[in-house]
């Protein structure tokens, strides 16, 4: 098969790659897209030793079965991989299963290639009615989904009428803002310093948009939710929430400093730390998407898989626009894409 491989900082190439082999339980999917995360942004960086080359990125994947149980179904593909025995997974608490594997770490190849091999109960079925390009969100959407549902248990009986605040703009933060609405809470902003994304999110998805110093003088909100993770992002949520109120920190841009430690001790500040999704969270987050409660979800753009790195480059260079670029198999057709 082809697949986009990492072979290094800002190195990856378009090249002939094995054919995944299925293990007993699992099937192979024919890929029809696969979407660009941060977390795949940090290894093409380098920056994620949890991900060393030569290795296929991608997790944010839909296709269709082509070998094994329901060949010929398309699916959305969970790519969190539990035992399944383990305390946390007899909690149904999956994400946290200390032996979880992941497509695009070893030993489970990514889904920027041709086919990937998963386990049958790792799949969610997609309906006639429902385009590839909405099924390869619900990855990155289910995300935002989990924290938004942890934010609002933490809010406890104050979360009815609470102000809500999504730091960033790109897929995490515009899907944490569709999941807060349809989860109950409405009036919802969203930080994106980035003008011509800002733009993006207002007139494309009807998103309220604020700059930082906007933000700032909207301030307080109950719920924050960090969809970034650098310091200074953490910093405008601890200066932002209201006392009592709760941030959801789901970004992974760094771990250094960045809260006000004392001011979340004397005003009783909850902070959540939140990571993917439980196998609930993602069964709940593809219905939503699939019955239409968070919109149209027409705000990707699509490329070709062989010019990958090209898109890679353009994200970095924040030459983007779109919250999502979604890379699209040569060999692959597609459904109404």
């Given at each position: 098969?082809?697949?986009?491989?990492?072979?290094?900082?800002?190195?990856?190439?378009?090249?002939?790659?094995?054919?995944?082999?299925?293990?007993?339980?699992?099937?192979?999917?024919?890929?029809?897209?696969?979407?660009?995360?941060?977390?795949?942004?940090?290894?093409?960086?380098?920056?994620?030793?949890?991900?060393?080359?030569?290795?296929?990125?991608?997790?944010?994947?839909?296709?269709?079965?082509?070998?094994?149980?329901?060949?010929?179904?398309?699916?959305?593909?969970?790519?969190?991989?539990?035992?399944?025995?383990?305390?946390?997974?007899?909690?149904?608490?999956?994400?946290?299963?200390?032996?979880?594997?992941?497509?695009?770490?070893?030993?489970?190849?990514?889904?920027?290639?041709?086919?990937?091999?998963?386990?049958?109960?790792?799949?969610?079925?997609?309906?006639?009615?429902?385009?590839?390009?909405?099924?390869?969100?619900?990855?990155?959407?289910?995300?935002?989904?989990?924290?938004?549902?942890?934010?609002?248990?933490?809010?406890?009986?104050?979360?009815?009428?609470?102000?809500?605040?999504?730091?960033?703009?790109?897929?995490?933060?515009?899907?944490?803002?569709?999941?807060?609405?349809?989860?109950?809470?409405?009036?919802?902003?969203?930080?994106?310093?980035?003008?011509?994304?800002?733009?993006?999110?207002?007139?494309?998805?009807?998103?309220?948009?604020?700059?930082?110093?906007?933000?700032?003088?909207?301030?307080?909100?109950?719920?924050?939710?960090?969809?970034?993770?650098?310091?200074?992002?953490?910093?405008?949520?601890?200066?932002s929430v209201r006392p009592g109120g709760v941030i959801a920190h789901i970004g992974l841009g760094s771990g250094e400093s960045g809260l006000d430690i004392r001011r979340m001790t004397l005003?009783?500040?909850?902070?959540?730390?939140?990571?993917?999704?439980?196998?609930?969270?993602?069964?709940?987050?593809?219905?939503?998407?699939?019955?239409?409660?968070?919109?149209?979800?027409?705000?990707?753009?699509?490329?070709?898989?062989?010019?990958?790195?090209?898109?890679?480059?353009?994200?970095?260079?924040?030459?983007?626009?779109?919250?999502?670029?979604?890379?699209?198999?040569?060999?692959?057709?597609?459904?109404?894409?």
């Amino acid at each position: 098969m082809k697949a986009l491989v990492y072979n290094g900082p800002e190195k990856l190439d378009y090249q002939d790659f094995p054919n995944p082999s299925p293990k007993e339980g699992e099937v192979l999917i024919q890929i029809a897209l696969c979407g660009i995360c941060g977390s795949d942004m940090h290894a093409y960086l380098g920056h994620d030793e949890r991900r060393p080359a030569p290795l296929i990125l991608g997790h944010e994947v839909t296709g269709t079965i082509v070998s094994g149980a329901k060949t010929g179904q398309r699916v959305a593909v969970n790519p969190l991989v539990p035992c399944g025995e383990c305390a946390a997974c007899q909690r149904k608490q999956e994400n946290l299963c200390p032996n979880r594997q992941i497509i695009s770490m070893p030993p489970r190849e990514g889904g920027f290639a041709d086919y990937v091999a998963m386990p049958v109960g790792n799949l969610v079925d997609v309906p006639d009615h429902v385009p590839d390009s909405t099924a390869a969100l619900v990855e990155p959407i289910a995300c935002g989904w989990h924290a938004v549902r942890l934010g609002i248990r933490a809010l406890g009986d104050f979360w009815n009428g609470a102000r809500a605040l999504v730091i960033g703009g790109g897929a995490i933060g515009t899907g944490a803002a569709l999941a807060l609405k349809a989860q109950g809470i409405s009036e919802v902003s969203v930080v994106e310093p980035n003008s011509q994304r800002a733009a993006f999110l207002e007139k494309s998805i009807g998103l309220k948009v604020l700059t930082p110093e906007q933000a700032e003088a909207e301030q307080p909100f109950d719920l924050i939710i960090d969809g970034v993770g650098y310091a200074a992002t953490r910093q405008m949520a601890s200066a932002s929430v209201r006392p009592g109120g709760v941030i959801a920190h789901i970004g992974l841009g760094s771990g250094e400093s960045g809260l006000d430690i004392r001011r979340m001790t004397l005003q009783e500040i909850t902070f959540i730390g939140t990571y993917t999704y439980t196998a609930e969270d993602f069964r709940e987050t593809a219905k939503a998407m699939f019955d239409g409660r968070l919109g149209a979800l027409d705000w990707v753009e699509i490329r070709p898989l062989s010019k990958g790195a090209t898109a890679f480059a353009d994200l970095r260079a924040g030459q983007v626009a779109s919250p999502k670029i979604l890379l699209k198999p040569d060999t692959t057709g597609d459904k109404n894409v």
